[in-house]
């Protein structure tokens, strides 16, 4: 099965700052997602990232606020901009493998902004 | 617009005894569907998929149900173990836009030694 490195694991930065997190993927994937995990909810989807396209956000999800960069088929970056402590979360990214392997995920990125 | 929910939202069981989630989708028009665990502050593990076409998958101590008819799937897991411990999340596809899944809230497993 495919599998996902996600980086980083955990950070804990200042508000006002912004971090990138990267994912790469160890085969070609057409779909890549981000997701937010807020302390004690599920999944909320933030955007769809295809290569060769700008990404598609969900309603409440920004560019400005969300870059994120999908420079080829294996790889794919979520920026979080302008952090505020709002933006604690866990940050998830996934891969869809086609109907017939499903989803895989990344490891996470546990963020905490200070 | 696909609603995925799961019953019940936490579950305290003693090792050994067997676990049965449940996961109810509103769409039924979904070409698979998809288990998954998470541990405490970490991404998500996939344990299986369902196709549409199969009525149950399984693999070691796990066993997941698909009734599309209905709009449920189960997940059992047999002679559980403190290692089960977990959040284990059901996925159903986006029926209303191709390749997003939506996710259920989950349910919280705690079993004790």
């Known amino acids: 099965s495919a599998v996902i490195s996600q980086k980083p694991s955990r950070d804990i930065c200042q508000r006002g700052t912004s971090l990138t997190i990267q994912c790469q993927v160890d085969s070609q994937v057409t779909m890549m997602f981000w997701y937010r995990q807020q302390p004690g909810q599920s999944l909320t989807l933030i955007a769809t990232?295809?290569?060769?396209?700008?990404?598609?956000?969900e309603s409440g999800f920004v560019i400005d606020k969300f870059p994120i960069s999908r420079p080829n088929l294996t790889f794919s970056t979520l920026t979080v901009s302008n952090m505020s402590p709002e933006d604690s979360s866990i940050y998830l990214c996934?891969?869809?493998?086609?109907?017939?392997?499903?989803?895989?995920f990344g490891s996470g990125t546990r963020l905490t902004v200070v | 617009k696909q609603e995925v929910t799961q019953i019940p939202a936490a579950l305290s069981v003693p090792e050994g005894e067997n676990l049965v989630l449940n996961c109810s989708f509103t769409?039924?028009?979904?070409?698979?569907l998809q288990w998954f665990r998470q541990d405490p502050g970490k991404g998500l593990t996939s344990l299986l998929l369902i196709q549409s076409s199969q009525r149950e998958q399984t693999s070691g101590r796990l066993n997941a149900s698909l009734d599309k008819s209905s709009g449920r799937s189960t997940l059992y897991i047999a002679a559980s173990q403190p290692g089960d411990s977990a959040t284990y999340l059901c996925a159903a596809p986006s029926t209303d836009s191709w390749g997003k899944f939506q996710f259920g809230a989950g349910t919280q497993v705690v079993v004790t030694p």
């Open positions: 996934s891969a869809d493998r086609g109907t017939n392997y499903g989803y895989t």
């Open positions: 769409d039924s028009a979904i070409y698979n």
């Open positions: 990232a295809n290569q060769g396209s700008e990404a598609t956000y």
